[in-house]
């Protein structure tokens, strides 16, 4: 028998059925009668819609509906809203309108869904998708955030005077006055943290069926987050939660872009009302480009105080954070709680002043990817710590020991208020250089500089608050044949629940992995779920079922005591197995459990629970870059970290989350940008003919470690692992590209790290 527990390395259990081709994706879901959707999307980033005519596209073969904003509000549709409508820290509600399912009388973003079109096949619903006539009357289109708030501006909407949701200022303003007053020194940077699409491997897709004599639609889809958008899409739909099932099967990754529930997912069920069949719709990549929810796009002009001796005094920093066309899912919340929550980071900073604004855009509507808000956090302050250090004379590892909160003071509180549990920050640096031997660095740079080439050193400091959805539960149950049911609501997307999660529970009740059944991903099975976002599965789910395990030894305790005629308070429980002190008498936790429903007393078990506090994983990573200064070309030559994610449940899963979230950052840093025009609002990055993801190639073996401090915030001591290394990758590379090219005068540069970005960084600094 396999008893795999916390600590152990086991293969992940799901990789045969993916590999052996057996995995359940949406699109190969069989369905009697299935139709297929097309969806009509608008050309232009902004456009009146002067009328729609769908005539022909009606009376093409095969074609079962022609559905339009019209139809959707003579049914009662209604439109989607944010998930969060308010500032998290004020309460104070944002300006914004609904995102219409379907567009009716203006278009804010290329691609945003005008009309849907159903037939017997896909290639006949492409066929009349062509059909459909749309008057439009173009309009002027802003695309940045900066383009947005400036005077005369397009207006998106007259809900949202200025295109702006939310213009906020909190911390201490005056406090960081006096320092920065009082500052030897002061270094400023503009920064853009430029927009990205997450391209998961499976796109976007749905498939809709109605049941009549319930009243009941289902809803098969690829989303990480099957109970809030199901409620969500009940709204739209009219109806409650109950008369509407969610069901995930295997989901291929999501990366935030599958958090939120999205029109077409919703017009996908109420289409099969219409037709009376089940209706299919898959999201094409081109699509994905246009539709999905990318992630950043968040401008700020930061500055930094210091004394002569280099303490870090206060920060300032006025951020445009450009949400979109609409404000969608949490477009709202992250700027009001995830930027603002660790502003500050690891280093002691007593003053800090922060200005946002989240400002509308003729842009596809902004979601999350890997760290939200605290990548954009992180990114200002590593940035700012090595300017500082390049400007004044610091060295960089030693000014960022200086200020950072030292491991006998945690748990630390930063200026806003917000704790911090566990950590060892200048240890995990200082481990994360000497893994990374950077005392071989000046050689390393002197054999480049012999090929014509700069070499440079970089690293940055992340750390993140993981937890997402504050309530989770489990419902633990004995089966008749001697498995054990394990239903949770969260939900695996790729990071290889079905091994892990059966280790906690076979650590905990001692029964082997292969009796244990992990079941997910259906909102029949259990009554909520926080789905998976913020690396809160195991920090929620394991919690959750730490706490059941606690009622199910508790309630087992008893029965065992009947069974063993013996004290309950004579019983122990160790490693699967209730035994009486002092003796060799014990009974196994499947046999109380067989003995328990004969009694009528099972030991099935269900348990909520709502956290009150987050894990904050933390680490360095350190990297080295080649640059080419005739063509600008930058090459990732070394990537080495040391992270902290407290207890790991299974290392070599979390080495494979990092390593995914690594080359991630690298896309952002290096290769990737969602590009508009400024003056059409076209998508022109919108394939990957002109959208670069990292390949093989672009990237070097990664070389991490771990310093782990246990987490206090869980019993597990866990700490969420999927996306330290999309937070890091961004400032390390940048800055190792800025210290490469420092002796030519670069000081900074936007977006990615492309070849045309740093020629032109190298030969302005130059000319």
């Known amino acids: 028998m396999n008893r795999s527990v916390i600590g152990d390395s086991p293969r992940r259990r799901e990789d045969a059925r993916f590999v052996t081709g057996r995995g359940a994706y949406v699109d190969d879901l069989k369905f009697d009668g299935l139709s297929r959707a097309v969806f009509v999307r608008s050309p232009h980033a902004h456009a009146r819609i002067r009328a729609i005519?769908?005539?022909?596209?009606?009376?093409?073969?095969?074609?079962?509906?022609?559905l339009t904003a019209a139809d959707a509000t003579a049914d009662g549709l209604k439109w989607l809203r944010p998930y969060a409508e308010a500032n998290v820290q004020t309460g104070e509600r944002f300006l914004f309108d609904e995102q219409p399912l379907l567009a009716a009388n203006k278009v804010r973003f290329m691609g945003e869904t005008v009309a849907m079109v159903v037939a017997e096949t896909l290639a006949q619903a492409l066929d009349a998708s062509e059909l459909v006539e749309i008057d439009?009357?173009?309009?002027?289109?802003?695309?940045?955030?900066?383009?947005?708030?400036?005077?005369?501006?397009?207006?998106?909407?007259?809900?949202?005077?200025?295109?702006?949701?939310?213009?906020?200022?909190?911390?201490?303003?005056?406090?960081?006055?006096?320092?920065?007053?009082?500052?030897?020194?002061?270094?400023?940077?503009?920064?853009?943290?430029?927009r990205v699409t997450t391209n998961p491997i499976e796109p976007r897709g749905s498939v809709g069926t109605f049941d009549p004599a319930e009243g009941r639609y289902t809803l098969?889809?690829?989303?990480?987050?099957?109970?809030?958008?199901?409620?969500?899409?009940?709204?739209?739909?009219?109806?409650?939660?109950?008369?509407?099932?969610?069901?995930?099967?295997?989901?291929?990754?999501?990366?935030?872009?599958?958090?939120?529930?999205?029109?077409?997912?919703?017009?996908?069920?109420?289409?099969?009302?219409?037709?009376?069949?089940?209706?299919?719709?898959?999201?094409?990549?081109?699509?994905?480009?246009?539709?999905?929810?990318?992630?950043?796009?968040?401008?700020?002009?930061?500055?930094l105080a210091l004394d002569a001796s280099g303490k870090f005094l206060a920060l300032k920093v006025a951020s445009l954070a450009n949400v979109g066309a609409y404000l969608a899912g949490v477009g709202g919340g992250?700027?009001?709680?995830?930027?603002?929550?660790?502003?500050?980071?690891?280093?002691r900073l007593p003053s800090i002043a922060l200005h946002v604004r989240v400002v509308l855009t003729n842009t596809t509507p902004i979601g999350v990817m890997r760290g939200p808000g605290f990548a954009e956090t992180v990114n200002i302050l590593e940035r700012l710590i090595d300017a500082a250090a390049l400007r004044f004379g610091f060295d960089r590892a030693?000014?960022?020991?200086?200020?950072?909160?030292?491991?006998?003071?945690?748990?630390?509180?930063?200026?806003?208020?917000?704790?911090?549990?566990?950590?060892?920050?200048?240890?995990?640096?200082?481990?994360?250089?000497?893994?990374?031997?950077?005392?071989?660095?000046?050689?390393?740079?002197?054999?480049?500089?012999?090929?014509?080439?700069?070499?440079?050193?970089?690293?940055?400091?992340?750390?993140?608050?993981?937890g997402g959805s504050p309530e989770e539960n489990v419902d633990i149950r004995f089966e008749t044949d001697g498995t054990v049911s394990l239903i949770t609501g969260t939900q695996h997307i790729g990071q290889g629940h079905e091994t892990t999660f059966p280790q906690i529970l076979a650590t905990r009740l001692g029964v082997p992995n292969e009796q244990i059944k992990l079941r997910q991903g259906d909102t029949d099975l259990i009554a909520t779920g926080g789905g998976h976002g913020s690396s809160r599965a195991t920090y929620m789910g394991g919690t959750a079922m730490w706490r059941a395990s606690d009622e199910i030894i508790q309630k087992g305790t008893a029965l065992a005591a009947d069974i063993l005629e013996a004290s309950e308070a004579d019983i122990r429980f160790e490693d699967g197995r209730f035994v009486v002190s002092g003796t060799d008498r014990a009974v196994g936790l499947l046999e109380v459990a067989?003995?328990?429903?004969?009694?009528?007393?099972?030991?099935?078990?269900?348990?909520?629970?709502?956290?009150?506090?987050?894990?904050f994983p933390n680490g360095t990573h350190v990297v080295e870059v080649e640059v080419d200064p005739e063509t600008g070309r930058v090459t990732l030559e070394r990537y080495s970290g040391v992270d902290d994610y407290g207890v790991l449940v299974n290392p070599m899963v979390v080495a494979g989350q990092a390593h995914g979230a690594m080359a991630q950052g690298i896309g952002q840093a290096l290769l990737e940008h969602s590009t508009y025009d400024a003056d059409s609002g076209q998508m022109v990055a919108g394939t990957f003919m002109d959208y670069a993801m990292p390949r093989a190639d672009d990237l070097p073996s990664f070389d991490l470690g771990f310093?782990?401090?246990?987490?206090?915030?869980?019993?597990?001591?866990?700490?969420?692992c999927g996306e330290a290394g999309a937070i890091a990758a961004f400032p390390a590379i940048a800055n190792a590209i800025l210290d490469a090219l420092a002796p030519l005068g670069v000081k900074n540069f936007d977006g990615p790290a492309t070849p045309s970005h740093i020629w032109h960084a190298i030969h302005t600094a130059t000319s």
């Open 707 to 720: 310093n782990n401090t246990r987490c206090t915030t869980n019993p597990l001591g866990v700490k969420g």
């Open 220 to 303: 098969h889809i690829s989303s990480q987050n099957i109970h809030i958008n199901r409620n969500h899409a009940a709204r739209c739909l009219g109806v409650e939660p109950k008369d509407v099932r969610f069901i995930a099967p295997d989901v291929g990754g999501g990366f935030g872009a599958k958090n939120f529930i999205y029109a077409e997912h919703i017009l996908a069920a109420w289409a099969a009302r219409k037709v009376g069949r089940p209706v299919k719709w898959i999201a094409t990549r081109s699509e994905v480009f246009l539709a999905d929810h990318p992630s950043r796009d968040m401008q700020a002009s930061a500055s």
């Open 136 to 194: 439009y009357e173009a309009l002027p289109a802003v695309t940045t955030a900066k383009a947005a708030v400036a005077a005369a501006a397009p207006l998106l909407s007259p809900e949202v005077p200025g295109n702006v949701c939310m213009d906020w200022r909190t911390g201490d303003a005056a406090g960081a006055d006096a320092a920065f007053a009082r500052a030897a020194h002061v270094v400023t940077m503009e920064l853009d943290n430029h």
């Open 594 to 615: 067989a003995f328990g429903r004969e009694k009528g007393k099972p030991l099935d078990t269900y348990h909520f629970w709502k956290r009150e506090h987050l894990t």
């Open 398 to 466: 030693e000014l960022r020991r200086r200020n950072m909160v030292p491991a006998s003071e945690m748990p630390m509180t930063n200026s806003f208020g917000f704790e911090v549990d566990s950590g060892a920050f200048p240890e995990t640096m200082d481990k994360a250089l000497t893994h990374a031997d950077i005392a071989g660095f000046a050689a390393r740079r002197q054999e480049s500089e012999s090929r014509g080439l700069r070499r440079g050193l970089g690293f940055a400091y992340h750390i993140k608050g993981t």
């Open 334 to 347: 992250v700027p009001t709680y995830q930027y603002v929550h660790l502003q500050g980071t690891v280093y």
């Open 53 to 66: 005519d769908a005539r022909a596209a009606k009376t093409a073969p095969g074609v079962l509906a022609v």
